[in-house]
């Protein structure tokens, strides 16, 4: 099972909006609605930002959003915010016997 | 309130076996749909899976480390433990536990141990 394969570096200034994208295959992201993302600051363990593809954990800000089309997920941060420059993973369902295969990650600055 | 903490050794020698193991507190590992997880991280690397037990005692591998991992849990001690056999300076890395229910979602985690693989 091969990772998922993310944009390794995006960039935003404050109050734009950006995407993030995270491409699988018809075994993983393309069948299941079961992709989350994740925000990893330095140093510290990561955080759920959204699961099954569009839903957000209480207490999470609304800024952040979650879509899918065919084979790619999609991490949509509007109103860019300093304190959103982290790393961010993708995760994916994959079926019974590889239930969880990640991203490579993607580290998000914001200018 | 759910938490979480991996503890285990902090040096192994290459081809050494280790053992980690996640002690959590705020949920049950008998309630249908709950699962505990170990996903890893290299210095300055992705994360990776490695291994997600269920509450009814099922265990899923990835198939890259399958041979060298097992999971187990103890319910009554609310612990899972991870051995990882064979280990080699390509092992170093942060391993987390993480706590999922319903799906491959991993809502709270624990902070990490940093393993270092050294002679």
């Known amino acids: 099972q091969s990772a998922l394969t993310q944009p390794a570096s995006v960039s935003g200034s404050p109050g734009q909006s950006i995407t993030i994208s995270c491409t699988g295959t018809s075994s993983d992201v393309g069948s299941y609605n079961l992709v989350s993302w994740y925000q990893q600051h330095p140093g510290k363990a990561p955080k759920l930002m959204i699961y099954?593809?569009?839903k957000r954990p209480s207490g999470v800000s609304n800024r952040f959003s979650g879509s899918k089309s065919g084979n790619t997920a999609s991490l949509t941060i509007s109103g860019l915010q300093a304190e959103d420059e982290a790393d961010y993973y993708c995760?994916?369902?994959?079926?019974?016997?590889?239930?969880?295969?990640f991203g490579g990650g993607t580290k998000l600055t914001v200018l | 309130q759910i938490t979480l903490k991996e503890s285990g050794p902090t040096l192994v020698k290459p081809t050494q076996t280790l053992t980690l193991t996640c002690t959590f507190s705020g949920f049950s590992l008998s309630t249908s749909g709950v699962g505990v997880g170990w996903i890893r991280q290299p210095p300055g690397k992705a994360l990776e899976w490695l291994a997600l037990i269920y509450w009814d005692d099922d265990k899923r591998y990835s198939p890259s480390l399958k041979s060298r991992l097992t999971i187990t849990k103890d319910t009554s001690k609310n612990q899972v433990v991870l051995t990882m056999t064979n280990m080699d300076p390509v092992d170093t890395a942060t391993y987390y536990c993480?706590?999922?229910?319903?799906?491959?979602?991993?809502?709270?985690w624990g902070q990490g141990t940093l393993v270092t693989v050294s002679s």
């Open positions: 995760c994916s369902y994959a079926g019974s016997s590889t239930p969880v295969v």
């Open positions: 993480a706590h999922s229910e319903d799906g491959p979602n991993f809502d709270y």
């Open positions: 099954e593809g569009s």
